[in-house]
């Protein structure tokens, strides 16, 4: 009987032991794939980094593989944080030199995103940081198309010209002299919206009136998006909200979210009439409060003066 208990005893005991050493080796192999995933980064094998810290199933893992990302994209944050806290110098002039040129370039630049809100549980500073920059360069990306935004002699400029009028630009409206006067406007498109939320719809309104104004609504197309948990403008505003940090001036300009979803309902005049797209007979004007929802309406006053 004592044979039997110590018999049993000592295979318990072997299998702890085999337990212990089987988390013993698991410990030392994540170290061994975070040791190759810190090497290869530091070597600027972006392509093997991604593989190598993809592996690494910890904070430090996906912060490098954001890295990796951005890396191989041609994005240096080390030489952009040396840059950003230099003398005389504006974040959103800097930050429109690193927009990303191809498809290729901007899909890296939100894997690194996603890698850092999505996956790592502990996020620092420096990610916001990071997070707040990256996802600026990706909104300024989407600007760019949209306004033809560019920076001459040191100044933004866009397609609304300088002062800003809404009808040089290709999305403008027009309105028709007739009886009543016939307004289109064909909205600023749908792939603005699907690049900032991450996804988008539409509302057309053919038979509204303007309020004050005997306008009728011949076509009049309102782009619109419902801000998604995992979009370029939601990190943009988690990042805004979460960095405490100092030392670098001119970021309060880089929170999109803020400056986009105001609440404003957009109205212009056209032949000497007051127009307001969104109306209480047509499309319904946004929210006054932020809601996590944007449309033409809303942004259109944005676009014509966003601040930079």
Partial sequence: MKILILSRLLLILLVLVGVQSCKDSDASHQEAKLESCRLLVDEKQWDAAIAACEGVKNDEGWHLTAQSYMGRSGLSLFSLM?????????????????????????????QALDHIMLDVTEKTQIMYLEVMLVSSMLIFKELKDLLTLNVVNGSFTTCAGDPADITNCS??????????????????????????????????????????????????????????????????????????????????????????????????????????????????????????????????????????
């Avoid at 840059?83 to 890296?108: I, K, Q, R, W």
């Avoid at 801000?227 to 030392?247: E, H, M, R, T």
């Avoid at 109205?267 to 499309?283: E, K, M, P």
Wanted: negative net charge; contains cysteine; aromatic residues 10%.
């Fill in 171 to 308: 999305f403008a409206p027009t309105l028709v002299a007739g009886v009543p006067p016939e307004l289109s406007f064909v909205g600023l498109g749908t792939n603005f919206y699907d690049g900032l939320c991450g996804n988008s719809s539409s509302d057309v309104s053919t038979v509204g009136y303007q309020d004050s104004n005997p306008i009728e609504f011949k076509t009049v197309t309102i782009n619109k998006c419902t801000i998604q948990n995992d979009s370029v403008l939601y990190y943009n505003k988690l990042a805004n909200d979460n960095y405490k940090g100092s030392g670098i001036s001119g970021l309060s300009i880089l929170n999109f979210y803020n400056s986009m979803d105001s609440g404003t309902n957009f109205s212009i005049t056209l032949s000497g009439l007051s127009v307001s797209f969104c109306n209480a007979d047509g499309i319904l004007p946004p929210n006054a409060t932020p809601d996590m929802q944007l449309n033409d309406c809303e942004v259109l006053g944005y676009l014509l003066n966003p601040g930079f």
């Fill in 82 to 110: 040396a840059d950003l806290t230099g003398d005389s110098v504006t974040p959103a002039n800097l930050l429109f030199n690193y927009v990303p040129t191809t498809p290729a370039e901007a899909a890296d630049y939100k």
